[in-house]
């Protein structure tokens, strides 16, 4: 049922603009790349297409890396971000963006573009780093996690100050970033975004059987003979890939990587991760194409920012597992 409402999610955002264009006609383009008008096949091609893969490939990035950071930190409410790692992608394009006073559009050429996805893969990757030395010294996961939050809250003292001191057009840019789109994802693009995706899952993939051991304590995942501190790099780097990726192409998307794990023990009914990993795929893919699909209830061309329509889907979903449970269950 939810590869059928997946694939029917994907062909409705195809089908959804301000240019109304048939399925049949759609189909046309998609599997021939012709059609009765060229604008059309401009349309799904380089616009419609490359949006719903790369909503796909949010909601599946996002959905994972927070499934591997509530179970390791045993955290209902822990995201992908909750290491700082999407503090630092910010950070990395606040320097580009108000360090040197040039504003998104500017840098909207494909070399501005690069440069914009460089700078956040740098400050994600610097916070990763930073993590990845603290976690060789430290064995208690939550003192990592409350140094995570630490690292995410000085990285955004930062921000702060660069926005207080930054001219108005470079805030504004930035503060638009900030808000988050699928709009700016191409086809090029995606040769890159993909791939990292990719890497990101397969080696979330290798931490299923970690993440299954730890769901009953660490003392018990040594006992099996896991090695804990291989198993966090592991998942560290796993959630820094994914979660980095999708902020330097997309922006800061939140609340998916919180309310779809949830959602997805709810409707398995099981703490296995294996089947909650294939589950987060499935579910955050269709969350994301969803927000897409309400960004653009407005019609006339006007697009919702895509955070603030995953906020409103989110927290009541965090909210209402919350007053239904009393408390969150893992095992």
Known sequence: MLVVLLIFSFITVLCTGSTNISLRDIIEILFTGQSVTEEWTVIIREIRLPKAITAVLAGMALSVSGLQMQTVFRNPLAGPYVLGISAGAILGVALLVMGTGATVAHLAGNIGYWMIIVAAFTGA???????????????????????????GSITSSFINILQYFS???????????????????????LKALAPAVAIGLAVAILTVKPLNAMLLGENYARSIGVNIISA???????????AGSITAFCGPIGFVG????????????????????FGCLLVGSIVMLF????????????ILPINSVTAFIGIPVVIWIIIRNNKFIFT
């Open 125 to 151: 990757a610097a916070i990763l780093c930073v993590i990845f030395l603290v976690s060789l010294r430290i064995r208690d996961v939550m003192t990592i996690l409350i140094l995570g939050i630490l690292f």
């Open 258 to 277: 919180i309310a779809t794990p949830h959602l997805c023990r709810i409707i398995f009914r099981t703490s296995e991760q294996g089947v909650l990993l």
């Open 167 to 189: 001219e108005a057009g470079a805030l504004k840019s930035f503060t638009v970033w900030t808000m988050g789109s699928l709009n700016g994802v191409t086809l090029l693009h």
């Open 291 to 302: 927000s897409d699909l309400i960004s653009q209830l407005p019609g006339n061309g006007a």
């Open 232 to 242: 966090r790099l592991l998942i560290f780097f796993s959630t820094g890939i994914l």
